[in-house]
């Protein structure tokens, strides 16, 4: 067209307007309009999902289905309609009081539905993984519903249980377990949080009285962030340092009570609210000062610790950093439960971004062609199908911990605390990401509240520091890596447990050149990991060792070696889930699921690969070999496109937890969706 055309044709638009006339027919070609399309109409279901659900949910199907249908069958979990469907979400914009008031009537209605029997009173490895599949799906629907139940029976009634002794158990936890207490649990301070061994608050013993005297010594001693206390906690668990005639014997745990059964708060007790957050907003954080708050000498959790009524301080466990870990048992619930969570709200968001990813439609590729689907473009795959494969293999490393957790004995006690950091860390940081790219994914889409997943990023971002600030706890796990090398080293005795058994074998040889089906090989796959491992662990020890020899404290070289702590870690954590999902692949027979399972271990395995610079940085692979596994990537995505559907799918989880944009997009924005 020439610029004379271009003018006649501008000039015949707006003469046009100005004179209202009618365009020609010729001139209006309208497009027809966007209409949705259920994926399931174009997608085949190769595998059964129900079973890919048995192999992902691991326990207690039945229960947690029991309790989806629950919340959906009542009008406090805040039903909406959109485009002929049902959906239940807490309605976060409501605000911070209503939100708390709506936590606890829901878990009022829950109590009454008997969802709790046992979570307390119950013993055995059923009724705990009862209580963890039930804790699971209240997450899934209402964080602070779940944190809220956390510190009440993980927290609170864990201490209890498990540092507490029979006159404990029997006053305390079937009054828990009914509710008719509330408890919290008052660890962190305002100055310290991570560091418990640091913590101010004070407890001395009166012998002439036999009590116990609790105090805040200073505005830095106060007790912070202790869900449960702000508003409706009548007890908590006080941490505190205990000094015995003048000696301080650590750090121990005391019941002490808050508030009457009025809601009143207890004399020489100070309670003070946290404030609005960006998220949990459903939990009423608060702040506690103790100032000479006598409780009985009987309200020392004293399975670890106790004192004599004369003041004689007794312990079977001489040791004191032994003593200090045994008190803080309890954390360890916290830190499976918190792993577990991030894995499902993944799920959720994954769930709610393929789905819409299968049916909203972006630009054409051909002249008057049909807009293309948003998960046909590869870029797109490779943003969600990975993460796909992670949460798949996390979800096998979940089932693991929490089958470590329910059948721990006092032997294996430290491996869990390991494993539990390992995965609470790598597991919550994954789950952050992969809300961030969900929420990219959907667009605009995402932004909304009634969709979920920017809201879940609110939410669940304090997974990062909750129960351990991932960093530290990472730094925790190289420490204890570190002194299973030492111990080996010098009692030159093979490595057992903590799978660093592949220790004792030759160092593994990776080919010059990688194919494809070798880079898919699941063998090769563990291999490379574990090559990243050992040499990490090799690493780190030797330069811990080189900043010793220069005269820096132990501590001091652990500090400095930060960078190669924090990498043996990622490499302890990608390994152990590897190798959890490869035992998980190896029980399903040969098939249609168990090809889709090797799929998904190869782009679990790449991926971690691709994304580590480790690999090249210590030369486990070469730079060519480093670009065969980065190309294996988008191939693998495009083969599992083709089963996305059925693989979110097989989360089990109900349509309502979902999000509008997960169904019918259209009619749920639609004029009439508003009337």
């Known amino acids: ?250 750090v121990h745990a005391f019941i002490a009570q808050i508030r009457d059964s009025d809601g009143n708060i207890c004399p020489n007790i100070r309670i003070a609210d946290c404030g609005h957050k960006i998220g949990l907003n459903g939990v009423d954080n608060g702040r506690i000062w103790f100032d000479n708050v006598r409780i009985p000498r009987e309200n020392l959790l004293n399975s670890v610790a106790d004192v004599s009524p004369s003041g004689e301080y007794l312990s079977a466990i001489k040791n004191a950093d032994q003593r200090f870990a045994a008190f803080l048992a309890p954390l360890t619930s916290g830190r499976v439960t918190i792993a577990v969570s991030a894995v499902y709200i993944s799920k959720i968001s994954l769930a709610i971004a393929i789905r819409y990813a299968l049916t909203r439609r972006a630009f054409s590729i051909t002249p008057n062609g049909p807009e293309v689907l948003l998960l046909d473009y590869p870029s797109h795959q490779r943003r969600l199908l990975p993460l796909l494969a992670k949460v798949y293999a996390m979800s096998f490393a979940a089932n693991e911990l929490k089958m470590m957790y329910v059948n721990r004995t006092p032997k294996s006690n430290k491996a869990i605390h390991i494993v539990s950091s390992a995965y609470k860390a790598t597991l919550t940081w994954n789950n952050m990401r992969t809300l961030q790219e969900c929420r990219e994914a959907c667009g605009g889409q995402g932004v909304k509240s009634e969709n979920r997943v920017g809201n879940f990023m609110g939410e669940f971002d304090v997974h990062s520091t909750f129960e351990g600030d991932n960093n530290v706890l990472m730094q925790q796990i190289s420490k204890a890596l570190f002194a299973e090398y030492v111990a080996s080293q010098k009692k030159k005795k093979p490595f057992s447990g903590l799978g660093l058994e592949h220790m004792n074998k030759p160092l593994p040889v990776i080919p010059s050149q990688l194919t494809s089906s070798y880079i898919r090989n699941s063998e090769f796959q563990i291999d490379l990991f574990h090559l990243r491992e050992r040499d990490l662990l090799r690493r780190f020890a030797e330069e811990v060792s080189e900043y010793q020899s220069r005269g820096e404290s132990k501590e001091s070289a652990f500090i400095l070696s930060y960078q190669l702590a924090e990498e043996l870690g990622r490499a302890f954590s990608e390994r152990a889930i590897l190798k959890t999902f490869m035992e998980a692949e190896s029980t399903v027979p040969a098939g249609s699921l168990k090809n889709v399972l090797g799929l998904l271990r190869s782009l679990y395995a790449v991926i971690c690969v691709d994304e580590d610079s480790a690999f090249l940085r210590y030369g486990y692979l070469s730079t060519e070999n480093a670009s065969a596994v980065r190309k294996e990537v988008p191939k693998l995505c495009a083969e599992l496109r083709p089963h996305a559907l059925a693989l979110v799918s097989s989360f089990g989880i109900p349509d309502a937890f979902l999000s509008p944009i997960a169904y019918n997009w259209v009619d749920s924005n639609s004029w009439s969706s508003q009337l």
Request: proline share 5%; glycine share 8%; net charge positive.
């Open 1 to 250: 067209m020439t610029d004379n055309d271009r003018v006649s044709r501008r000039t015949e638009v707006l003469t046009n307007h100005l004179l209202r006339r009618t365009p020609p027919p010729s001139l209006l070609r309208p497009l027809p309009c966007l209409s949705y399309s259920p994926p399931e109409l174009s997608n085949t279901i190769s595998f059964d999902t129900r079973e890919m659900r048995k192999l992902m949910d691991c326990h207690n199907l039945e229960d947690r289905d029991w309790l989806f249908s629950l919340i959906l069958q009542s009008p406090l979990f805040n039903p909406r309609h959109r485009a002929g469907r049902f959906f239940v979400c807490p309605d976060y914009n409501q605000p911070m009081e209503h939100q708390r008031q709506a936590t606890m009537k829901r878990i009022a209605y829950l109590l009454d539905k008997g969802v709790f029997r046992g979570w307390l009173t119950g013993n055995g490895p059923e009724q705990e993984l009862r209580k963890l599949a039930l804790h699971e799906v209240i997450g899934m629907y209402d964080h602070s519903l779940a944190v809220k139940l956390g510190v009440h029976f993980f927290l609170w009634g864990g201490a209890v249980k498990f540092l507490g002794t029979k006159r404990h158990h029997d006053k305390w936890l079937n009054s828990t377990e009914n509710y008719d207490i509330k408890g919290c649990f008052a660890m962190s301070e305002l100055g310290h949080g991570s560091n418990v061994r640091g913590i101010e608050t004070v407890t001395t013993y009166d012998s002439n009285t036999g009590e116990f005297v609790i105090n805040t010594p200073c505005e830095s001693g106060q007790k912070y962030w202790i869900g449960g206390a702000a508003n409706h906690a009548t007890h908590t668990i006080v941490f505190s340092q205990l000094y015995i005639n003048g000696s301080n014997q650590g």
